[in-house]
């Protein structure tokens, strides 16, 4: 997961990309950058890895001339983590073109081919964001046109959709021209269009998230739909068009459980609502399997699980106590490479206020368990603390099979609840009994949001990919995720 936003306004953009990327930085702390464009057709740029705040200094953004420009936070998925990974990614051909990509291509290494043998495109990277952005480069070049229309764009992106398998939302600043917005033809990854009064014109944004619109002063206009391209000339004047024939909207639900800030609304579904629905059903479904529970409190694991959890707890009648505080400057655990560092770094990361826990049976809510390393440490910490008996409830069904689409969480084999039954991943965690969303309330807390959507991505809880995958492919990723084969890798 990554987050990108391109903004067209009538004087310079680079402070409101810098602001969009503050807001964007929960989706990827690697790296970040950005590209702008000024009057005379040159580019500005600045991309390094960190958070944006240590990437972007006073100095370079006095360089960043542009009315507009294309930004992106990185959170490593395909590839590796490396300066040379950071976006936005530039071809030269043709007019300049850099690409922000959230995603991840399902069918890159054989597109990587194609490019190098067939297009004679080199590639400096593994990335597939890179190879997204030279196929598209290709068949923009293919309409061989010196200025291009909205009309030639497009068409290169129906092209790019019939090669590109896999998820992907993309900003790309042509230069001299304007931005072009698309989101892949099921919509797995987000794309919001925000607008907002000029002086003399409208001004646009489109980002992974339109949580930073109200902040810049940008109304939300609309979701980008599946298979749409939307294009913003450099005057601001914008245009769309399907471009997809099987476009079918199948949005990532793991964006509502946890990827997302609870302020944005994506495919019009309140993140926040959503989440108060998770916790409703989590409630349904505890008195459904314990009516006589004799839980004392609810306890969220901080800070996603915290609205269902609130609203778990108002609908079971329970109180709602704050039973842990979050050490915010630590960063995410997960990004730690290895098993043992990610145990460590949970304890770091919470510290817990024992009181809470003293004589009481308690109930833990996560937004979701991966591989059991925060769940089995809390509940430790939980029992060292006093409490009688720990219950563990996640808002999101069992994690059993990896995300092929832009999220980096687990190889297969290390995903806690992969191959085991809800009793098993209980034992394994050490709680007196688990609670897991049903996967249709899932469903129901998200699409409850919008009815108009009926399908969501939800491959990581059922294993069925809404798009082409080899078998090779789903095997070099559990290669390249897996903690044990990387150990074995570096040793060699
Ligand atoms: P684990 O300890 O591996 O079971 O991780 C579960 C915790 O990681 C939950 O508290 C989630 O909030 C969080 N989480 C879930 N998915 C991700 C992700 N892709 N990146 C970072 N953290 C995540």
Redesign the pocket.
């Known amino acids: 997961?990554c987050g990108i936003v391109g903004i067209s306004a009538e004087s310079n953009v680079a402070s409101e990309i810098y602001e969009s990327l503050l807001m964007l930085q929960h989706r990827g702390q690697d790296a970040a950058g950005m590209v702008v464009c000024d009057d005379e057709g040159r580019l500005n740029s600045r991309k390094s890895m960190g958070y944006v705040r240590d990437v972007f200094q006073q100095r370079h953004m006095e360089k960043l001339i542009g009315s507009y420009g294309v930004g992106h936070v990185r959170y490593p998925t395909a590839g590796g983590a490396g300066k040379e990974f950071a976006q936005p990614m530039y071809v030269n051909s043709p007019y300049g073109i850099s690409l922000a990509h959230n995603g991840n291509l399902t069918n890159s290494k054989s597109l990587a081919k194609e490019l190098f043998f067939a297009e004679m495109r080199h590639l400096n990277t593994d990335s597939d964001s890179e190879v997204l952005l030279n196929i598209l480069a290709h068949e923009i070049a293919k309409q061989k046109a010196i200025n291009p229309t909205p009309e030639h764009l497009f068409k290169a992106v129906s092209k790019t959709h019939i090669r590109c398998d896999g998820a992907y939302a993309v900003v790309a600043l042509i230069t001299g021209a304007g931005i072009l917005a698309f989101r892949d033809p099921n919509g797995i990854r987000p794309l919001v269009i925000g607008e907002r009064e000029g002086k003399n014109r409208k001004e646009y944004v489109i980002a992974s998230e339109n949580a930073l619109f109200a902040s810049l002063g940008f109304k939300t206009l609309r979701d980008v739909e599946p298979g749409e391209a939307v294009f913003i000339d450099k005057k601001g004047i914008i245009s769309s068009k399907q471009c997809s024939l099987s476009a079918k909207s199948q949005p990532c639900i793991f964006e509502y459980v946890?990827l997302s800030r609870p302020d944005s609304t994506l495919d019009q579904i309140s993140v926040y609502q959503s989440r108060m629905r998770m916790g409703k059903y989590l409630a349904k479904n505890i008195l459904d399997n314990m009516s006589d529970h004799d839980i004392d409190v609810v306890i969220p694991?901080p800070d996603?699980?915290t609205t269902a959890a609130l609203q778990l707890a108002n609908e079971l009648n329970i109180p709602y106590r704050e039973g842990f505080v979050k050490n915010r400057y630590i960063g995410?655990?997960?990004i730690m490479p290895y098993q043992e560092e990610?145990k460590k770094s949970?304890r770091r990361k919470l510290n817990i206020l024992e009181l809470e826990f003293l004589n009481k049976n308690v109930l833990l809510v996560?937004?979701?368990?991966?591989?059991?390393?925060?769940?089995k440490k809390i509940i430790e910490m939980a029992k060292m603390a006093g409490a009688k008996k720990v219950y563990f409830a996640s808002a999101a069904p069992p994690i059993r099979y990896q995300n092929l689409y832009g999220?980096?969480?687990?190889a297969t084999e290390e995903l806690?609840a992969h191959n085991k039954t809800e009793e098993e991943v209980c034992v394994e965690i050490g709680a007196d009994k688990i609670f897991y969303q049903q996967l249709d309330d899932l469903i129901s807390s998200a699409k409850e949001g919008n009815p108009k959507i009926t399908d969501f991505e939800i491959s990581i809880f059922n294993g069925e990919y809404p798009t082409p995958i080899s078998s090779s492919y789903l095997e070099d990723l559990e290669m390249s995720r897996s903690d044990s084969k990387k150990i074995t890798r570096e040793a060699k």
């Not at 999220?407 to 687990?410: F, G, Q, V």
Request: charged residues 25%; aromatic residues 8%; glycine residues 4%.
């Open positions: 997961m946890y694991i996603s699980s995410r655990t997960f990610r949970v996560d937004d979701s368990i991966v591989r059991g390393t925060t769940s999220i980096d969480m687990a806690v």
